[in-house]
């Protein structure tokens, strides 16, 4: 059987092509076609300029690499099926689809706590009604309902191509070098033994750098004070609207499909709350700032206007926790200085906690397969680099303020 096929040229990999009927359907769907809205760093570019590239660049890279490594395994004897390749090449693709604006950042705020990978799958779900159920396959492999348990952990584990993949590319756009791995050497390594996905032995240093090559770029960039300040005023502009929002202010409509998260959203995700959250994406959110921005309110006006100029709230981040006094004080000052209340002042002085886990143990593990056949984690290998700190999770606190 004969496919149409396409190429597209991708600044990382090259060319990526895409050469099944279903993946064309899933490209061309309204709900994929949203994630070319959707900044994949959020606002990371207020740090890194060139951190624009969005969740459908993410999104292509990942079954870019997915299409590499089932050829690989296929190559070493691991049994695939067509079907099943489709529909792993389709789980990556829509594996962030749940994703809202701006990401992680408004997750709590304006969708009540609505995890981003809990809507995917809802997202998923209607996406496969609109399909005739082809989808069907992808969605098991998604939930690791699926026997085949090595092809939800290429989408879904500590050594899955979603990581490769925004690792690769989040150091290609921000240019920050720490995040290079050697994903073609990774692809190389794995393996399947009994069922389940491995790297073998000659792969352990590999693995060791991409390991820490996450860890450095959660620090680096990810974790980055300023764009940890910047992220932390969305979160404290979106709390001011639905402060406001409870006290009866109505002026915070914008005409667009914000507005009915902000008054009407219940928290229920049901057909149509989900179409409406296909429709909202980056674009609603700046238009929103934009609009707030101008607001009778002081601190709504504040927050927006220095967002959207990049005069951010300063940041201090240490290993303990700050002084209660110390933050007091800092609000005091804040207060006298914008002429605000105490209480409002905490919208500008804060403090909170940053936490970056290199491998969780408890998580999914990262077998290693020996060449006599012997199985072992990763952190149960002797080795000096990793043994020591790679499940420590490292914590920091900080403080934004004002000056």
Not at 76 to 82: A, L, Q, S
């Amino acid at each position: 059987m004969t496919y149409k096929r396409k190429i597209i040229n991708d600044p990382v990999y090259g060319f990526i092509t895409i050469n099944h009927p279903l993946i064309f359907d899933i490209l061309a769907h309204p709900y994929y076609q949203r994630l070319r809205r959707i900044h994949q760093m959020a606002l990371a570019y207020l740090v890194y300029p060139g951190a624009v590239h969005t969740r459908l660049h993410h999104s292509l890279g990942a079954y870019h690499l997915m299409c590499n490594a089932i050829n690989e395994l296929r190559n070493k004897g691991t049994e695939i099926t067509e079907e099943e390749e489709i529909a792993v090449k389709a789980g990556i693709l829509l594996h962030d689809v749940g994703h809202g604006p701006f990401s992680h950042a408004l997750e709590n705020k304006l969708m009540n706590g609505q995890h981003h990978e809990t809507l995917s799958l809802q997202i998923m779900q209607v996406m496969n009604e609109d399909l005739d159920g082809k989808l069907q396959m992808a969605i098991e492999i998604f939930t690791d309902k699926y026997p085949k348990k090595f092809l939800h952990q290429l989408i879904s584990g500590q050594l899955d191509v979603d990581r490769m993949d925004y690792l690769t590319r989040d150091s290609f756009f921000t240019g920050v070098s720490e995040g290079v791995i050697g994903y073609d050497r990774i692809l190389k390594m794995l393996v399947v033994h009994k069922g389940e996905l491995m790297v073998e032995e000659k792969g352990i240093y590999s693995i060791e750098k991409f390991l820490v090559a996450r860890r450095q770029m959660y620090w680096q960039v990810y974790l980055h004070k300023t764009v940890l300040a910047a992220e932390n005023m969305l979160v404290h502009i979106m709390a001011r609207v639905n402060e406001l929002i409870k006290q009866g202010v109505e002026d915070l409509k914008t005409g667009g499909t914000i507005d009915f998260f902000l008054y009407e959203f219940t928290g229920t995700m049901n057909r149509q709350s989900l179409h409406k959250f296909c429709e909202l994406d980056d674009i609603d959110v700046s238009f929103a700032i934009k609009k707030w921005s101008h607001h009778s309110d002081k601190v709504l006006q504040l927050l927006c206007n220095r967002l959207l100029n990049r005069q951010l709230l300063k940041i201090k981040l240490q290993s303990d926790p700050f002084n209660a006094a110390f933050v007091e004080e800092k609000r005091k000052e804040a207060a006298a200085e914008l002429a605000l209340s105490e209480k409002e002042a905490r919208y500008f002085v804060f403090t909170d906690e940053a936490i970056n886990t290199m491998y969780k143990t408890h998580d999914e593990k990262i077998n290693i397969l020996f060449k006599d056949g012997s199985v072992k984690d990763i952190s149960a290998i002797d080795n000096p680099l990793i043994h020591q700190t790679i499940s420590a999770p490292v914590k920091k606190f900080y403080i934004c303020t004002l000056n």
